[in-house]
């Protein structure tokens, strides 16, 4: 008796149990494929309003350089945390990308060269280099606080 009512039973039993599984399976198979609801831009735009832009690459002294006349000879450069420092630009050695090499400057101070030499400058391939329009001359100042006022 007790096996007949089983024999009866069992296809119902393992119909529901094969759909059991089936729907567990897709409903995995959906979640792993969706896209997740809070990406980093959404929360991005929706916090500050517009969307993280990529930071600028830095350039090194010779990326620096390629833009000015000559390379940059006669021109002052300094690195972006210096403040009242800069070399002034008398030779460079470029190596064949463009890129690379080495440079001789004389160094400055507030406008004023420190030394009479010009000498290898340290650090050209760090990625921190400017170009300064107008270095600071206190020598001129000097000399116009110099003149007895009439």
């Known amino acids: 008796m007790a096996t007949a009512l089983?024999?009866?039973?069992?296809?119902f039993a393992i119909e529901e149990t094969s759909a059991l599984f089936r729907s567990s399976f897709s409903f995995l198979r959906n979640i792993s494929t969706t896209t997740p609801i809070n990406s980093s831009a959404e929360n991005a735009v929706a916090a500050g309003g517009e969307a993280k832009k990529p930071?600028?690459?830095?350039?090194?002294?010779f990326e620096v350089a390629q833009f000015l006349p000559n390379w940059g000879i006669g021109y002052h450069m300094a690195k972006t945390h210096w403040t009242g420092v800069s070399y002034?630009?008398?030779?460079?050695?470029l190596y064949k990308d463009g890129r690379?090499?080495?440079?001789?400057?004389i160094a400055h101070k507030d406008g004023v060269p420190v030394a009479d030499a010009p000498k290898k400058i340290s650090g050209v391939h760090k990625r921190c280099w400017k170009y300064i329009t107008n270095p600071k001359r206190t020598e001129e100042s000097s000399?116009?606080?110099?003149?007895p006022a009439a």
């Open 55 to 61: 930071k600028r690459k830095k350039k090194n002294l």
């Open 143 to 147: 000399q116009k606080q110099d003149l």
């Open 6 to 11: 089983f024999a009866k039973r069992a296809p």
């Open 100 to 105: 690379h090499g080495k440079a001789w400057g």
């Open 88 to 93: 002034e630009i008398t030779k460079i050695n």
